[in-house]
């Protein structure tokens, strides 16, 4: 089995950077796509970005795309999430998780919070 545990989140003023981390443990770690995932109060969970399990390939969600990107180091078995220009609207837990056909696993983390100020 797979866990996950974010960090990274903080509280930045809008236009700042943050970087996210994504430390999974288990062997089968490097042979999982991984999803990031936000949630912001009142709203429902979302997927932000996603990475191939070898970091070939990766996806970025429009509201944040040309902001956001991420990377991955399995010997580290460590997701990122590079998160600039960062707005109000980022503001959010944001989680990571392993992603299968598209749907994301049930490993979720406590998460992280990010809070951007205006």
């Known amino acids: 089995q797979v866990q996950f545990v974010e960090s990274g989140g903080g509280l930045v003023q809008a236009g700042g950077s943050l970087r996210l981390s994504c430390a999974g443990s288990?062997?089968?770690?490097?042979?999982?796509?991984i999803g990031w995932y936000r949630q912001a109060r009142g709203k429902q969970r979302e997927l932000v970005a996603a990475?191939?399990?070898?970091?070939?390939?990766?996806y970025i969600e429009d509201s944040v795309k040309g902001r956001f990107t991420t990377s991955r180091d399995n010997v580290k078995n460590t997701v990122y999430l590079q998160m600039n220009r960062l707005e109000p609207e980022d503001t959010a837990v944001y989680y990571c998780?392993?992603?299968?056909?598209?749907?994301?696993?049930?490993?979720w983390g406590q998460g992280t919070q990010v809070t951007v100020s205006s």
């Open positions: 288990g062997s089968t770690f490097s042979i999982n796509a």
């Open positions: 998780t392993a992603v299968r056909n598209g749907k994301p696993l049930d490993y």
């Open positions: 990475i191939s399990s070898s970091g070939d390939s990766t």
